[in-house]
């Protein structure tokens, strides 16, 4: 059964960069057809989608935060990354990374458990 | 960008009646909509799918409905467990959308 488990710091100050890692287990990141994506959930808030990445490299951001948003895959590891810059109180959410079929059936299923990620000095 | 939006915010049902959610898109979704459900503490889980096929293991009492602009979600009995929050997401076009949710009330 597939799984996905994020990790990284729960906390980041202003202004710096954000970084997550999302592992996978029970099947392989370079299964074709499928893409890994990051989607954030403030606290009381609705899901927004960060971004997904094939594992080519290959990879779609949502342009509201194309700018400050880098997502990477390491098929060695079986892991993908998430980097986001200048942070500010706005970032503070719970980050879920999940796996979607691609090729424009793209709902997100599994997900993995979520992390949050809060953004004070 | 597709805008979703849901309807009601919340919604007041007693257990044992049936739930109808509603979800909008600003343009043309097709069929490509999804259902999810959000237990406290919890990450999302997929419901349904296209509009309308169900999960794997989700149970009949949950079926979906329409295309283009307006979707629905019905739980055609509420049992305890499905009194929780639910987003619909599109994907025909990117950026992925999701809506701002319904939550689910006992009445």
């Known amino acids: 059964q597939l799984q996905l488990q994020e990790s990284g710091p729960g906390l980041v100050k202003p202004s710096e960069t954000l970084s997550l890692t999302c592992t996978v287990s029970?099947?392989?990141?370079?299964?074709?057809?499928?893409?890994w994506g990051w989607i954030r959930q403030p606290p009381g808030k609705g899901l927004e989608w960060i971004g997904s990445i094939y594992h080519s490299g290959s990879t779609y951001y949502n342009p509201s935060l194309k700018s400050l948003v880098t997502i990477s895959v390491d098929t060695s590891k079986n892991q993908f990354s998430l980097k986001l810059s200048f942070v500010t109180a706005a970032d503070t959410a719970v980050y879920y990374c999940?796996?979607?079929?691609?090729?424009?059936?793209?709902?997100?299923?599994?997900w993995g458990q979520g992390t949050l990620v809060t953004v004070s000095s | 960008e597709i805008v979703m939006t849901q309807s009601p915010a919340t919604l007041s049902v007693s257990p044992g009646e049936r739930a109808t959610l509603s979800c909008r898109a600003s343009?043309?979704?097709?069929?490509?909509l999804a259902w999810y459900q959000q237990k406290p503490g919890q990450a999302p889980r997929l419901l349904i799918y296209?509009?309308?096929t169900r999960a794997t293991g989700i149970p009949a009492r949950f079926s979906g409905s329409g295309s283009g602009t307006e979707f629905t979600l019905t739980i055609s009995s509420l049992q305890s467990e499905d009194f929780v929050v639910y987003y619909c997401q599109q994907y025909n076009n990117w950026p992925l959308t999701f809506g701002g949710g319904t939550k689910v009330e006992i009445k």
């Open positions: 343009q043309s979704a097709s069929s490509k």
């Open positions: 296209g509009a309308s």
């Open positions: 999940a796996r979607h079929l691609g090729r424009a059936e793209n709902w997100f299923d599994p």
């Open positions: 029970g099947g392989s990141i370079s299964s074709s057809s499928y893409y």
